[in-house]
C-alpha cells in the first residue's frame, strides 16, 4: 500500500528526494512536546497512514492515540506550519460509530445531573467500500433495515504541540489545531497553524471516511486512513488561529466555549487576515463579512467547540 502511496505522491508532483514514506509504530495520547517519531525537511511529502489497533475491527477495541510529533527542521516560533493535504484514503474495510449517555450534541451532561433518561450506547459497524466509496451501516429500529452513504474522507486532527507545557488529550481542539473535527480537513485544503515551539513538533491522525458538520452525535465514520501530507514552513509570518485554504475559500477555524466565543475568534482571525495578506481596511473587512462570510460548525461534542469562518476566494482582490 505504501509502494501505491507513493505513486501517487510522485504523480502529484513530489520529487522522489523529498518524499518520505513512514509507517508509525507509536500512537500518542496527547499532544505534547515530545521526542519525535520523524525528522523531516521543510518541503516534505509524507507518505504514511493514521491511526490502526482493534477499534476498527468488527469485534471493536479501544480508540487509538495520535501519529507524532513529527520535528519540522528549521521551524520556529516566528514562522507558520503549512500542511497540504493531497490524499486521505480509507485503508480498513471497516469504520465505526458510536453513541453512549454522557458524550455527544445531544446527550445529558457528565458534569450535570439531569431528570431525562440517558442515551443508549450503541456501536454502529460500517462496511466501507473503498472502490465505490460508500459505507454501509444496519439500523436497529428504524423502518429500513439498513443504510449507504457516500464517503467524503477528512482527518479530524492536525497539530503542533501547544505552548509552554501545555499538553492536551486527542479531543481537545485550540489554537494549535488539534482535534478540529472539520470536514473542511479534506484532499485539496491547505491548512496553516502557529507554531509554539522551534520544530513545530507536528501531529496528525483521527480519519473520518464521513462527517457531518458538528459531528452531532460524537463520532464521525472513524477509520483508519492512507495518507500524503505535503510539510512546509512559511517564514517570517505568525497567525494566531489555524487559517484554511482550497480552491474556493480562505478560512480560519476557532475554538471556544461558548459556541459564540469560537464563532468571534474564527471572524476576527478572517478579518485580521483579509488585513494583512489581502489590503482590506478592517471596517471594510467587517462590513463585507457581514454581507459575503459563510461558516460551519465543525464540532458540538468536544471539550471545546470549533467553528470554520469562510470568505469566498471569488471577492479577494488579485495578490
Known amino acids: 500500500m505504501i509502494t501505491t502511496l507513493l505513486s501517487l505522491a510522485l504523480a502529484a508532483g513530489a520529487a522522489l528526494q523529498d518524499t518520505v514514506r513512514f509507517t508509525p509504530t507509536v500512537q500518542q495520547p496527547t499532544f505534547a512536546v515530545r521526542e519525535p517519531v520523524l525528522r523531516v525537511r521543510p518541503g516534505t511529502v509524507l507518505v504514511s497512514q493514521t491511526h490502526f489497533g482493534d477499534y476498527y475491527t ?6 487509538p492515540g495520535e501519529v507524532g510529533p513529527i520535528l519540522v527542521e528549521g521551524a520556529t516560533v516566528n514562522d507558520i506550519l503549512k500542511i497540504e493535504i493531497i490524499r486521505v484514503h480509507p485503508n480498513s474495510k471497516y ?15 457528565a458534569r450535570v445531573r439531569l431528570l431525562n433518561d440517558p442515551t443508549p450506547t450503541r456501536r454502529y459497524l460500517w462496511v466501507l467500500d473503498t472502490l465505490r466509496m460508500v459505507g454501509t451501516t444496519k439500523l436497529v429500529g428504524s423502518s429500513m433495515p439498513n443504510i449507504s452513504i457516500d464517503l467524503q474522507p477528512m482527518l479530524g486532527r492536525l497539530a503542533v504541540a501547544p505552548r509552554g507545557q501545555e499538553a492536551f488529550a486527542g479531543l481537545w481542539p485550540g489554537d494549535f489545531g488539534g482535534n478540529m473535527d472539520a470536514p473542511e480537513l479534506k484532499p485539496g485544503t491547505t491548512v496553516y497553524l502557529p507554531i509554539f515551539h522551534d520544530g513545530a513538533y507536528f501531529y496528525f491522525g483521527d480519519g473520518h471516511a464521513r462527517q457531518g458538520q458538528g459531528e452531532v452525535g ?3 465514520l472513524e477509520t483508519s486512513m492512507d495518507v500524503i501530507l505535503k510539510i512546509d514552513v512559511v517564514k517570517g509570518k505568525t497567525i494566531d488561529w489555524p487559517r484554511l485554504e482550497d480552491d474556493r475559500y480562505i478560512m480560519v477555524a476557532g475554538s471556544a466555549r461558548p459556541l459564540i466565543d469560537a464563532f468571534r475568534l474564527a471572524h476576527v482571525e478572517l478579518v485580521e487576515w483579509l488585513e494583512e495578506d489581502y ?3 478592517r471596517w471594510d473587512a467587517y462590513v463585507l463579512l457581514g454581507q459575503v462570510a459563510e461558516s460551519s460548525v465543525a464540532n458540538i461534542v468536544d471539550p471545546i467547540y470549533t467553528v470554520v469562518a469562510k470568505f469566498p476566494k471569488r471577492f479577494l482582490p488579485p495578490r
Do not use: K, M, V
Open 95 to 109: 469504520a465505526a460509530s458510536n453513541i453512549r449517555p454522557t458524550f455527544g450534541g445531544l446527550t445529558t451532561d
Open 218 to 220: 460524537g463520532t464521525g
Open 279 to 281: 489590503g482590506f481596511d
Open 58 to 63: 468488527e469485534a471493536g477495541g479501544a480508540f
